[in-house]
């Protein structure tokens, strides 16, 4: 392992060289069946061919141009990704380069919106209890969980958290210093838990009753990892001012978004925000492939379906190590009663790559084109190990 890298990741002993589909291979040959996507990342698995031929073909013919010119793919990626999310309201997008940069833009969206409505003071955004928004200074303070609070702080101001479906304490935090209320549809890295439909709709009425905008934090469970292109389509009616994606987003080349409906959209603008990279012409390239390939109601039907298949097979076990099996589409958290990075550990030797989404709890983030056979073979090596 090398000494090179600050010391930031706890890296399982493996090294990759390629992969093909939902499989990665290490240097030995031996082939590890993928159930993590990166993070959520790979959605299409690797080396998927049509994603390969888009970012070849754009990087032959040009990687970058700044944001001050006009690019054909980049305004193709933001009409298809507007359109893909127009069923949730939206009208317009801002590309960034990952999540923790999507959220800043939905707060710079949030805080400016206040701020031209309502004059200074107006300013706090609420955030969930267990939530997670990202590892930059600002996102850390929206981030729920105080273990991310202890050590670098000063912190940047204005955010205040929620107990999630608490009605009453949200009612109450809602209050006339609030500009805007963010909420993961499914939150991730604490564990793969789903918003409760009343909650949702009691944040929904009481953001448009106060004028606060309603913001999902999509990056890990949006872009079809629920079985609907964004999760909060999940939700109904439920119409958010403002999501962000990433992750899924390019097919595994960073790229981050925050998207805004109506009341939002036309917030941000000439020099009220930027990013070099954001934008760039391989991301677009790739990220239309994701959107075609994704954004198709056949598709999205399997990933639900398959998310169904591996909850019922793991619930049909039976067993007393796994004390819950919870989640929506491929995105599925387990409790188990073990130490989840031991059975990581021991989940890579029999071949198969795994999360762990807390000290107790699995978590499955596979390719979107996992097939039926590869869930299988790859349920029945975790059952030999819980
Ligand atoms: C991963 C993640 C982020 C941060 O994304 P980065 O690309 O690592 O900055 C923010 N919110 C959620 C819900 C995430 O899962």
Redesign the pocket.
């Known amino acids: 392992m090398s000494d090179y890298f600050m010391n930031t990741y706890h890296r399982l002993p493996v090294t990759f060289t390629h992969g093909g589909g939902t499989y990665l291979f290490d240097g030995n040959g031996k082939r590890y069946l993928d159930f993590t996507s990166g993070?959520?990342v790979n959605c299409l698995g690797h080396a998927y061919p049509a994603l390969v031929q888009a970012v070849s073909e754009q990087t032959a013919k040009c990687i970058h141009v700044s944001n001050y010119f006009q690019s054909a793919v980049t305004e193709r990626f933001a009409q298809k990704l507007v359109e893909a999310c127009s069923g949730a309201g939206m009208k317009r997008v801002f590309l960034g380069n990952?999540?923790?940069?999507?959220?800043e833009c939905a707060f710079k969206i949030a805080r400016k919106y206040s701020l031209k409505k309502y004059g200074s003071g107006r300013y706090t955004i609420v955030t969930l209890r267990g939530?997670?928004?990202?590892?930059?200074i600002t996102?850390l303070s929206a981030t729920g969980q105080d273990r991310f609070h202890e050590e670098f702080g000063p912190f940047t101001e204005g955010f205040t958290y929620v107990p999630a479906g608490d009605i009453p304490a949200l009612d109450r935090a809602l209050d006339n210093t609030v500009a805007g209320l963010l909420i993961?549809a499914v939150?991730?890295?604490n564990g793969v838990h789903l918003q409760d439909q009343a909650y949702i709709e009691a944040a929904a009425r009481f953001c448009t009753e106060r004028d606060i905008l309603l913001m999902f934090?999509?990056?890990?469970?949006g872009v079809g990892r629920t079985g609907s292109f964004l999760a909060c389509e999940g939700f109904g009616t439920v119409k958010p001012d403002v999501v962000?994606l990433?992750?899924a987003l390019s097919g595994g080349i960073?790229a981050?978004a925050a998207l805004a409906g109506e009341r939002a959209a036309d917030t941000l603008t000439i020099g009220d925000h930027g990013s070099t990279f954001g934008g760039n012409l391989l991301a677009a390239a790739a990220g239309l492939v994701v959107l075609e390939t994704v954004n198709n109601a056949a598709f999205l039907r399997e990933i639900t379906r398959k998310g169904e298949k591996i909850r019922e097979s793991i619930r049909s076990w039976n067993k007393p190590n796994i004390r819950d099996i919870r989640g929506k589409g491929l995105m599925i958290g387990i409790d188990i009663t073990q130490d989840a990075w031991d059975v990581l550990e021991k989940a890579l030797e029999k071949g198969l790559l795994l999360l762990a989404a807390g000290a107790k709890t699995l978590r499955f983030l596979p390719p979107y084109t996992i097939r039926d056979e590869e869930i299988e073979s790859g349920l029945q090596i975790l059952q030999e190990i819980v």
């Not at 990952?98 to 959220?103: K, L, Q």
């Open positions: 993070i959520g990952s999540g923790a940069e999507a959220n939530s997670f928004h990202g590892r930059t996102t993961e939150q991730g890295e934090d999509e990056i890990q469970c962000t990433a992750k960073p981050g």
